[in-house]
């Protein structure tokens, strides 16, 4: 089973135009749609597409129609009651797959309801294989509450387990990895971008990650560190938008190149990916294998309307081709910057 935590899940409101956004006209709309959002939420949708057994743990009333709608898709919830609606995200999407995002804060959070959201996260994960910690946090939540949420997971599942995978950024991101380097901890999968991964470890600019899978895998060796000095993260998924995607993993690293699409939304399909590799993962593939699952699930995605999920018969992994990239470090090439430690310390 995997559990999914999205501390700031949303109602995702998705309109789709004829054309190109232009600011201060009237815009007719092709079509809209709602679905239930957050990331942790559209990883747990597409896992559940694909028959695995997932709960999304997440904050919020029963009746809200957020959960209500998530419910409705058979997926099931562990909501903690915070008196307050789930926040209202609108999206636009054109033509060629450009995305437009308007994304409302979120309701503010109390300290008990911090305390309630871990709890139920630990007692949801005490049987779980993975835990999903993804997505933003909303007001009122410190940074360094998702090192909480593994921690307490950990403590009542024992064993090392649940395995863990983030998909989060900024300052939650950078004090997560932080605790784990000082504890001496692993975290199992962080699946970041090539702007997320350029903020986390401030070893080269986003655009250039994105651009360059060798470099994508340098910087996240960085993370995963060697056999004889092992990072805090066991494996680093970096989605590369419409180049592909890589994958680092004890001392190895992969590329996966995406597959030619007609992109109508980009929403959810970094989520998507990620939950492509954990099916893989789940089906016990190797790390190619899971590579090449997790560029078939978010391709898939963006070649869907809105914020949808594919179901695994979507996806065509046996299409994605999957070589092996050099694990030599080109730190040299990255310039004069500080030490991880020193970044994820200060934070991003």
Known sequence: MIITLTAN???DHTVELPGVVERGEVLRALSSREQPGGKGVNVSRALAAAGL?????L???PGDPMIVALRAQGIDVLSVSTGQPVRR?????EPDGTTTKINEPGPLLTDDDA???VEATARAAASADWIVIAGSL????SPDFYARVVRAARAVAGGGRPLV???SSG???AALIAAFAASGERLDLIKPNGAELSELTGAAAGDAIEADPALAASVAERLVGTHASPGPVVGVLVTLGSRGAVLVESGDAWFARAPKIVARSTVGAGDSSLAGYLIARTAGLEPAARLAQAVAHGAAAAALPGSDVPALADTDAAAIDVVRLPSTSHLDRLGDRAPLGDRATAGP
Do not use: F, H, M, W
Request: net charge negative; glycine share 6%.
């Open 138 to 141: 909303p007001p009122g939540l």
């Open 59 to 61: 904050p919020g009333e």
């Open 53 to 57: 057994r997932t709960i999304a743990v």
């Open 165 to 167: 995978a983030v998909d």
């Open 171 to 173: 300052e939650p991101l």
């Open 9 to 11: 899940p949303s109602l």
């Open 115 to 117: 305390s309630r959201l």
């Open 89 to 93: 995200n609108i999206t636009l999407t």
